[in-house]
C-alpha cells in the first residue's frame, strides 16, 4: 500500500508565491528557508510546500495537469466571497461535483486548487 504523505510544488518565485498563499488564501506557514516554504491547511491536518525549482524553468509551463483539492468546512458560497475580496479569482462558478459543491482558482504558476463542501 501507498500513501501520499506531501506535496510540493517547483514555482517560479518563491516569495510571490508565498504571499498569495499566504495573504490571498490565508494558508498558515509552518516553516520558510531559502529554498522552501511549507504550509499547513486545515488546523494541520494536511501540508505541503512551494520551493525553488530543482531544474531550470525557461520554456517550460509549471501546473499544467496539477491540481490540487482542499476540503474546507466554510460555506462555500461565503468562501469563495471572502477570497474574492482578497484579490482571488475564481476561475467559473462554483459547481456541483460527485464530491460536494466546489470552485476551482488558480494560483500563479497556474495549478489548479479546488475548494470543495464535502457531502
Not at 517547483?10 to 529554498?35: C, H, M, T
Not at 462555500?76 to 464530491?99: M, V
Not at 470552485?103 to 463542501?117: C, I, P, R, V, W
Request: charged content about 25%; some cysteine; aromatic content about 12%.
Amino acid at each position: 500500500m501507498m500513501t501520499l504523505t506531501f506535496a510540493s510544488l517547483q514555482v517560479r518565485d518563491l516569495e510571490a508565491s508565498k504571499a498569495f498563499y499566504s495573504q490571498k488564501l490565508g494558508f498558515e506557514i509552518e516553516s520558510f528557508n531559502p529554498q522552501a516554504c511549507v504550509f499547513k491547511y486545515n488546523k494541520g491536518q494536511a501540508s505541503f510546500a512551494i520551493r525553488t525549482p530543482l531544474e531550470p524553468l525557461e520554456g517550460k509551463e509549471l501546473g499544467v495537469g496539477v491540481a490540487l483539492w482542499f476540503a474546507v468546512e466554510e460555506e462555500i458560497d461565503s468562501l469563495r466571497a471572502e477570497l474574492a475580496t482578497r484579490g482571488l479569482t475564481a476561475l467559473g462558478p462554483i459547481i456541483e461535483t460527485p464530491f460536494g459543491r466546489a470552485f476551482h482558482a488558480q494560483d500563479l504558476d497556474g495549478y489548479k486548487l479546488t475548494f470543495l463542501n464535502e457531502k
